[in-house]
């Protein structure tokens, strides 16, 4: 039972960072928020969604762990230094966006799946050209 409780606090944890590091996002491009916390916002937000990591990921334990660590500090530090206004307003235009569900961009989504199917005929004809 109290593993249970665990996951879902880990889980409910998980998300309140998720939405922290959006929340830090919209407030980044509010005019109301200093040069200063905006420059944390932006690091924060980049660190926590950059493949490169001050510890890979691939050490064990070690490698987590400036996740664990480094991201929900920034995000602590990154909110102190933005107004209250700021963030209430950004919590909720988050939550309007999240209830709203994700916006559809189909000509991005053309456009990614143009460049796979390029991709995998280009490499459909090296291939076939090496081992003809």
């Not at 490169?52 to 909110?79: E, K, Q, S």
């Not at 209830?99 to 990614?112: E, F, M, V, Y």
């Amino acid at each position: 039972m109290s593993d249970s409780r665990t996951f879902d606090k880990l889980q409910r944890k998980a998300r309140e960072i998720k939405r922290n590091l959006f929340v830090l996002f919209l407030a980044y491009q509010d005019p109301r928020v200093s040069w200063f916390a905006k420059c944390i916002a932006v690091c924060v937000v980049a660190y926590a969604f950059s493949p490169i990591d001050l510890i890979p990921d691939f050490i064990p334990v070690l490698g987590y762990l400036d996740d664990l660590i480094l991201v929900p500090l920034g995000i602590a530090l990154a909110l102190r230094m933005i107004p209250p206004a700021v963030i209430e307003e950004c919590r909720a235009k988050a939550e309007e966006i999240r209830s709203g569900g994700k916006p559809k961009n189909w000509i991005a989504g053309a456009l990614i799946v143009a460049v796979w199917l390029l991709l995998g005929f280009w490499l459909g004809t090296e291939l076939y050209e090496a081992f003809r």
